[in-house]
């Protein structure tokens, strides 16, 4: 059985906004055009979400490099191996972690 729709959610807009909305929404209804809006901000979009995480390994095995060329010379080809393992391994946590703490921090400067 296909999940049934029973929330909503309402908002007031002045005349401006509303005929701006409307103009945007063409050919669709404003409901289903700001539906579709709604449900797909409510999740990063992949290609978004997997290139933060390749940065976020990126950024690891760079900080890790540089620390450890500083501290103790080139790293062995065993320990870049196991450097670049764990930051493929914690990528993707890593990323939605981010984008956990982006969104109320982004929320909190629109007030």
Do not use: C
């Amino acid at each position: 059985m296909a999940n049934r729709r029973s929330k909503s959610i309402s908002t007031k807009v002045t005349e401006a906004e509303y005929d701006a909305i409307v103009r945007r929404a063409d050919p669709q209804t404003v409901s289903a055009w700001a539906r579709g809006i709604l449900v797909r901000t409510a999740q990063p979009e992949p290609m978004q979400f997997l290139l933060l995480a390749e940065l976020l390994a990126l950024r690891t095995i760079v900080l890790n490099l540089n620390f450890a060329l500083a501290s103790s010379g080139p790293p062995s080809a065993e320990a870049m191996h196991s450097l670049i393992d764990r930051a493929d391994h914690d990528k993707l946590n890593k990323a939605a972690e981010r984008i956990d703490k982006l969104i109320p921090a982004i929320d909190s400067t629109r007030r």
